[in-house]
C-alpha cells in the first residue's frame, strides 16, 4: 500500500473538471512558475500521510453531490511526482465506479522507462486530463518556470495518440505569454489534437501573493496586473474558445 503526501482536499470543486468533484491537492512540485498561487505545495515537507482508500472513503461521503460527471480531480503541486500514489489511488477509484481526473503541468513527463510504463498504466484508470500549458515559446517557458516545455507538449501529444480526454489550461500573463503571436503559436500546436474536449483560459491573478511572503519568497511576478476583459476574449477568439 503507497501513501501520498497530501496538502489539502476539497470537498465541492466545480471547475476542475467534470461536474462537481472532491479535489485531492497534492504536496510536490519541481516547477517554479512565477505566477504560482500554491507555492506552499512545492515542498514535499508538512503534508498529512494517507493511503488511497482512506481517501476514498472520504470523497464518497459527497458522492450523492456529483451528478453523473462527478467525481475525483487530483492537483497539486504536481502529482506525478507521486505516481505510484496517483496510479493506486485511480485503480481503486475506478473500481468502486468512480470518474477520476489528473491536473498536471506534466513536467515530469518522459517516454524513458520506468515513468513511461507508469504513466500509460495511470492512464488507464484516468478519464480526463486537465493539462497546464504555461507558455507555447520554450525560452519563455524556461523563463516563466525554470524548465523547458518540450516534454511538456510531447505530453500532449501523447494524450492524443491515446486518445485521453484532455481539458487544456493556459494561465494568460500580460506581457509574458499574452501576445497574438504566442497565443496563435499555441492555437496551431492544439488544431491537430483530436483529443481536446475543453480548452480554458485562466485570467493571472494575485489572490496567492500572500502565500509567497509568508514563506519569505520573493514574488516573480510584481507589478503585472491581470489581464484586462478585452485581452482574454482576445485570446478566446484566437484559441478558437
Known sequence: MTKGIIHSTESFGSVD???VRFLIFLKGCDMRCKFCHNPDTWSMEGGTEADADTILDKAERYKSYWGKD???TVSGGDPLLQIDFVSELFEKAKKRGINTAL???AHRFTREEPFFTKFAAL???TDTVLLDIKHID???HKKLT???NANILDCAKYLNEINKDVWIRHVLVPTINDSEEYLQ???DFLKPLKNIKKIE???YHTLGVYKWEQLGIKYGLEGIEPPTAESVEKAKRILGI
Open 17 to 19: 473538471g467534470p461536474g
Open 70 to 72: 462527478g467525481g475525483i
Open 103 to 105: 491536473d498536471t503541468s
Open 123 to 125: 492512464m488507464q484508470n
Open 138 to 140: 520554450d525560452e519563455e
Open 146 to 148: 525554470g524548465h523547458t
Open 185 to 187: 503559436r499555441l492555437a
Open 201 to 203: 483560459i485562466l485570467p
